[in-house]
């Protein structure tokens, strides 16, 4: 069993990522802003965390920068759901590193309402590579919600 940090501002979506998560056996923790996030991960590392990029006050890029910016949590696989196109969000992520201070791309990227079967063969894929049900492979490999291609 895995622990899984999903991170979203609307709660019928946390409602719906929690039982999908714990149907596959999974235990599951919720933040509704990247604060609430931030204040899980302070406590126990997940391995996996599902994250919303626009919400408001701390948004997802914000609390995914914190993430790249801790050798404790850079690790540990994102998948980045939104409805926020997945062009878009390249742009927004590019934007966010103009000072020189490149993110690297999350695991995964899947536009909101993402297919719970894909959503959960990725986070299977994730959590097996961060270590939680075998060793970390290929470190940077990218995943998104329409084919699968390492960088």
Known sequence: MALVLVVDDELSFRFFLRALFETEGHEVVVGRNAAEGIAHLKKRKPDLITLDVMMPEHGGLEMYRALNA??????????????????????????????????????????????????????????????????????????????????
């Open 70 to 151: 801790e050798s404790d949590w850079k690790d540990i696989p994102v998948i980045m759901l939104s409805g926020v196109g997945e062009q878009a969000y390249a742009h927004a992520l590019a934007i966010s590193g103009a000072g020189g201070d490149l993110l690297p791309e999350p695991y995964a990227y899947i536009e909101k309402p993402p297919q719970p079967e894909r959503l959960l063969e990725l986070a299977r894929s994730a959590i097996g590579r961060s270590g939680a049900t075998s060793g970390r492979t290929e470190k940077g490999a990218r995943h998104n919600g329409t084919q699968d291609h390492d960088r």
